[in-house]
């Protein structure tokens, strides 16, 4: 077995790589932001993508948080505040999914392995991976319409029915509703519920049989995979809609409450 490489600390501490045996564990290190993803952390992922589709020695990825409370809380909601206009975040947006996309595309299998809240962006990132693994106390949700008064991407709301199916997918976003780890499994977005100290055998159990597969067979199936999604997009438009929502009134009364720690009063507009 070789020796781990010492861990990569980046994006000023908020994000920790560790590296064994073919497989990649990256750490959202802000618990005391519910592990929300920043620009720096982003930039910090995409890189990581980068080398990761170069390096024929990886069999794996697994994403976590730090803290135990949560795997992610989603996108840091300040970045919002200094942007005028709904374009400017929904081009924000697209890049951010156009990270997303390319670490869908790598040749390897991708685990999010997730201890407590998995909402917003931070569920985002989980449809993204291959393989999604919980403890018994995490909990799964889009409440955008109660919190931000933002709507979701196609490509993301796709993902989303993916692995929780459509019915749950409405409950999350429609209902505001949190759904919990047994419900996830319970409809096929978890492969596993696991209580916390068991998480990590269990996901270096799953990365041990990976690193014995053939990666050509991981690849091609990957790539089918995303091909079968591709084709139920439709989203022309989608983009004019998102502006208009983002341009809304409802959009900056919810980022001002949120950030300000209160409740926001939605009227429509």
């Known amino acids: 077995m070789r020796q781990p490489v010492p861990q990569q600390v980046l994006a000023d501490g908020a994000l920790l790589l560790d590296r064994a045996d073919g497989v990649v564990t990256v750490t959202f290190n802000r618990p005391d932001r519910l592990n929300a993803m920043n620009e720096a952390m982003f930039s910090a992922f995409a890189d990581l993508i980068d080398e990761a589709a170069a390096d024929r020695s990886l069999r794996a990825i697994v994403l976590q948080g730090a803290g135990g409370a949560a795997f992610s ?14 374009a400017e975040v929904v081009a924000f947006e697209k890049g951010v999914r156009s990270v997303l996309r390319r670490f869908a595309e790598l040749p390897l299998v991708t685990i999010a392995a997730i201890d407590g809240i998995c909402v917003g962006g931070g569920l985002g990132i989980a449809t993204y991976c291959d393989i999604r693994v919980a403890t018994p106390h995490s ?13 979701l991407a196609a490509p ?19 209902g505001s509703r949190l759904v919990t ?10 492969a596993a519920v696991v209580e916390p100290d068991a998480l990590d055998g ?3 159990s799953l990365t041990k049989g990976i690193g014995h597969s053939a990666p050509g067979t991981i690849a091609t199936t990957k790539a089918q995979l995303l091909r079968r999604s591709d084709a139920l997009l439709a989203d022309e438009g989608d983009e004019a809609m998102l502006i208009e929502r983002y341009s809304s009134a409802d959009f900056r009364e919810g980022v001002r409450a949120f950030t300000a720690g209160e409740k926001p009063t939605f009227t429509g507009a």
């Open 181 to 190: 780890a047994d419900r996830a499994y319970a409809v096929g977005a978890l």
């Open 156 to 174: 993301m709301l796709e993902r989303c029915v993916a692995a929780f199916g459509e019915s749950v997918t409405r409950e999350m976003l429609l």
């Open 73 to 86: 809380a989603g996108n840091e909601i300040t970045s919002f505040v200094e942007m005028e206009t709904g």
């Open 202 to 204: 269990f996901v270096a």
């Open 139 to 151: 909990r799964f949700g889009y409440p955008i319409a109660r919190t931000l008064g933002n709507a």
